[in-house]
Structures are given as structure tokens and as C-alpha cells.
């Protein structure tokens, strides 16, 4: 009894919450996204008139405290997706007007505000991906996954998968001897599922889950090594050739039109920017070297390093001269390093992951 007289505080992962957290990031990325090109097409318009204006950073924190409210008064499992979208949303808007917050005279295009909001991007990246990392089984997390899929028997929303996997975690808990009293709740709770009728909802994918499953079959299906090997070889050259001659450009011309460079350690900067942008575009040539040769596996280590540097750290700076005008190349960095991921884990030795 003295095992469980005292309070637990030990924090639990979530179930799914690789997969909120990845609705969140989506929808953060979409927001500031469209909140730029609508700004753009519509040139800049103000909701107000007069010394009114009501900025975007307002309905940001109107869907992130509706998103908050949601889970505090709503149990449903649906709230989660819901309150996900709405605070990548709200915190998009939110942070796409850090440059008002950051200067003295609420400069929105203050160059650092957009090398602020991709830093801020990644680590959400990060955190996803320490989120997505298994953690070890034990009864009690077993027992909230448990708890959370038993609302789906109080919804009638319960499909034939997740019985059986509510099934397989019970047996898993009731199985272990270190705990008795989880054993025992985990019994009756598998005496539950299997005595009872309990209305099975056949599980119909929604939208997107359908257009994940087609894109899935359609790279199983079509995506072979070769092919994909040719279009990481294709994708990678044209990326470091335009990079290579945007290098050369700027190096020539020592500023364009488009960049203003205001003081000397704004030059020292921009050097220093253009330096590793030729830099990591000499790398993925040599990866692409690599590829074309017998040593697929090197090249295939040096893309994604050159890629992943590209994306972290390079890109902080393009970011700052550039602003959000490089989301295009950072896109196409992005899905080469998918690319290059997907062909280690399916088609490299042992299908180790980097």
C-alpha cells in the first residue's frame, strides 16, 4: 500500500502527441507563410480606421487562448487536433510581428525578425523530434494510453485497431507481477472489453489520412533506388549550382539592389553569409560526385549533413539579408533532406538511419 500512498508526479507523454505536435507545427509554418503573401498581394492593408489599427498579433492571441480554453473545458479526444491547429495558427500570427516588439519604432520589416521566427521554427523542430522518441513502456503509461482510448468506447468511435491494441496493452500490463494492483485494474478492465458488447465503428480514413495513405502506395509502388538516386542527383546539383552562382554574383557585385548592407559588420556578415552558402554548395556537388560513383553511401551522409547545416545555420543568414523571400529554397532543402532520409532508411546497408 505504500507504493501508492504517495503522489505521482512524474510526467506523461501523451499518446499521439508526436502527431498534435506535428499539426501544430504545420499549421504555425502555414500561418506566418500566409500571413506574408497575403500582406504582400494586398499591400499591407489595416483593419481600422483613424489612430485605430487592429494588427494580425491580436486574432494570434484570440486562437491561442481559445486553444488553451479548449482542453481545460472539453474531455473529447477531437479537441486535441483542434486545439493543435488553432495554437499553430495563433502563435504564427502571433510571432510574425516580433519586429514590432523587438524595436523602438515597431519596425515590422526589421531584418532580424525573420531569422527570429525560423530560429523559433526549428526548435519547435527539435521539440517534435524529441517528442517522436519511444519512451520506455511501464504499467502506469500504459494505463493513461489505456484511459485515453477507453473514451473512444464512450463515444461509440472505437474501431477494431484500437480494440486490439487496448487488448494487447492490457495483457501487457495484467502480465507483470512488480505490479499487482495495475495487474488487477487491467484485468477487469480486459474483462470489460471481452464481455461486453462494445459497438465497433469501422474505421473510415478521413482527407488527409487518404491522401497520406495514396502518396505512401504511390512511393512504394514507383519510387525505385534508381530513381529516386536520380532525383537527389538532380535536385542537389541544381541547388548548389544556383547557389554557387548567387555566390559568384553577389561576390562580384559586393551588394545587390535587393540587400541593402547599412554598416561594416552588416558586410562582414553578408561576406561570411555567401562564403558558407559556396561552401555547402561545393559539398553537395560533392555529394553528387559521390552519388554518380560507387560510393552511394558517403554521398548520401555528406548531402544530408551539408543539408541539415544548410537548414540550421546558413539559412539564418540568408534569412536576415533575404527575408522571408528564401522560404522557396529553404522548402526545397527541406524536401531533398526528406528525400535523402527516406533513401538511407530504405536503401543503404541494414536500413541504418542517420
Do not use: C
Request: charged share 15%; aromatic share 12%; no cysteine.
Amino acid at each position: 500500500m505504500n507504493r501508492f500512498s504517495r503522489r505521482v508526479r512524474k510526467p506523461v507523454k501523451r499518446q499521439y502527441a508526436d502527431e498534435y505536435l506535428l499539426i501544430t507545427l504545420l499549421s504555425f509554418a502555414a500561418s506566418v507563410a500566409g500571413t506574408r503573401l497575403f500582406l504582400e498581394i494586398a499591400n499591407y492593408p489595416q483593419i481600422g480606421s483613424g489612430g485605430l489599427h487592429i494588427a494580425h498579433v491580436l486574432w494570434g492571441g484570440l486562437l491561442l487562448f481559445i486553444a488553451s480554453l479548449l482542453p481545460i473545458i472539453l474531455a473529447n479526444r477531437w479537441v486535441y487536433p483542434l486545439g493543435a491547429v488553432l495554437a499553430g495558427a495563433g502563435v504564427g500570427l502571433f510571432i510574425d510581428e516580433v519586429g514590432k516588439f523587438i524595436t523602438a519604432n515597431n519596425d515590422y520589416f526589421y531584418p532580424a525578425a525573420a531569422p527570429i521566427i525560423y530560429t523559433f521554427f526549428l526548435l519547435v523542430v527539435l521539440i517534435y523530434t524529441r517528442v517522436r522518441q519511444e519512451q520506455p513502456t511501464e504499467p502506469r503509461l500504459e494505463l493513461y494510453h489505456v484511459f485515453e482510448v477507453f473514451e473512444e468506447v464512450l463515444d461509440h468511435d472505437l474501431d477494431a485497431g484500437e480494440k486490439q491494441d487496448l487488448q494487447e496493452r492490457l495483457e501487457a500490463i495484467s502480465a507483470r507481477n512488480a505490479h499487482p494492483a495495475y495487474a488487477q485494474l487491467s484485468l477487469a478492465l480486459l474483462d470489460f472489453l471481452n464481455q461486453h458488447e462494445i459497438q465497433i465503428t469501422p474505421k473510415s480514413p478521413n482527407f488527409w489520412q487518404r491522401q497520406v495513405n495514396y502518396l505512401r502506395d504511390f512511393i512504394t509502388k514507383y519510387i525505385t533506388e534508381k530513381l529516386l538516386r536520380a532525383l537527389l542527383i538532380g535536385g542537389l546539383t541544381g541547388l548548389g549550382l544556383v547557389s554557387i552562382m548567387h555566390g559568384i554574383q553577389f561576390l562580384s557585385a559586393r551588394f545587390t539592389p535587393e540587400i541593402q548592407i547599412s554598416s561594416i559588420a552588416a558586410r562582414y556578415w553578408f561576406l561570411s553569409r555567401v562564403l558558407l552558402e559556396l561552401f555547402m554548395s561545393l559539398l553537395l556537388l560533392t555529394a553528387v560526385v559521390l552519388l554518380l560513383s560507387k560510393h552511394v553511401n558517403r554521398g548520401i551522409s555528406v548531402s544530408y549533413y551539408s543539408l541539415l547545416i544548410s537548414l540550421t545555420a546558413v539559412n539564418l543568414l540568408v534569412f536576415y539579408f533575404n527575408q522571408f523571400s528564401t522560404i522557396i529554397t529553404a522548402l526545397i532543402q527541406f524536401s531533398l533532406l526528406l528525400l535523402v532520409i527516406y533513401y538511407r532508411r530504405h536503401f543503404t546497408q541494414n536500413g541504418v538511419e542517420i
